[in-house]
């Protein structure tokens, strides 16, 4: 069974404040993305990567940058969070070829 | 560009009733489709996928998805939905070979028991 895990499951923080959210897997999968969700709009992806010091912009990038460490782990930073970033956010990863994408259990973020 | 529409946000039904989930896509080329369900509290779990071939899938807990071409469509269907069933379901494409998805705005279940 895929594996993926963030932490912290929730966070709240204030405006303008700096904030990092964790990403591991343990699937040996090449791909890993952040996604968040909000209400009407499903899953907008922010962020991607394909392997250890990639990084590929996704559809909704403004205010968020990303850093991949690791094949397991990728990090999703708000270096100056705004209250339009309050949302629930989505890591997933996947194999090569275009199999399915494995989603963690989501990071609830709260912006004052 | 490509797009996902759900043309219902809220299903509600009864349990042992029939369910369909409406599911239309733009895309021009050949679609890889799926249908994932988020259940409450918990993040995305697939519930099957198509790639090619045979236009009806199977998937877990007895759904299935029939594929059209010709309509753009994937329904999701279930013959007889349970009181777990209630979810929100997604219909998601995915083009292209970096494996980026886009969704659907998700389709709120909710079955009475």
């Known amino acids: 069974e895929a594996a993926v895990t963030q932490s912290p499951r929730n966070k709240v923080t204030v405006t303008g404040g700096n904030v990092t959210l964790s990403c591991r897997q343990t699937?040996?999968?090449?791909?890993m993305y952040w996604y968040r969700q909000d209400t009407g709009h499903g899953l907008r992806l922010i962020h991607y990567?394909?392997?250890?010091?990639?990084?590929q912009i996704g559809d909704v990038p403004d205010g968020y940058k990303a850093t991949r460490t690791t094949q397991e782990d990728f990090f999703l930073l708000l270096e100056l969070a705004s209250p339009s970033q309050t949302s629930l956010y989505f890591c997933a990863s996947s194999g090569l070829g275009g199999s399915e994408q494995y989603f963690g259990p989501g990071t609830r973020l709260t912006v004052l | 560009a490509q797009s996902v529409t759900q043309p219902d946000a809220r299903v509600t039904v009864s349990e042992g009733a029939s369910l369909q989930l409406r599911c239309k896509y733009s895309?021009?080329?050949?679609?890889?489709l799926f249908w994932y369900v988020q259940y409450p509290r918990q993040g995305l779990q697939l519930l099957l996928k198509?790639?090619?071939?045979?236009?009806v899938v199977q998937g877990v807990n007895g759904f299935e998805a029939e594929f059209s071409k010709s309509n753009s469509s994937f329904h999701l269907r279930k013959a007889s939905v349970h009181w777990s069933d209630s979810a929100v379901y997604f219909c998601v494409l995915r083009t292209g070979g970096n494996n980026k998805l886009t969704f659907g705005q998700g389709t709120v279940l909710s079955v009475i028991p």
């Open positions: 895309y021009s080329g050949t679609p890889y």
């Open positions: 699937n040996s999968h090449n791909y």
């Open positions: 990567s394909y392997g250890a010091g990639n990084l």
């Open positions: 198509y790639y090619s071939g045979d236009p």
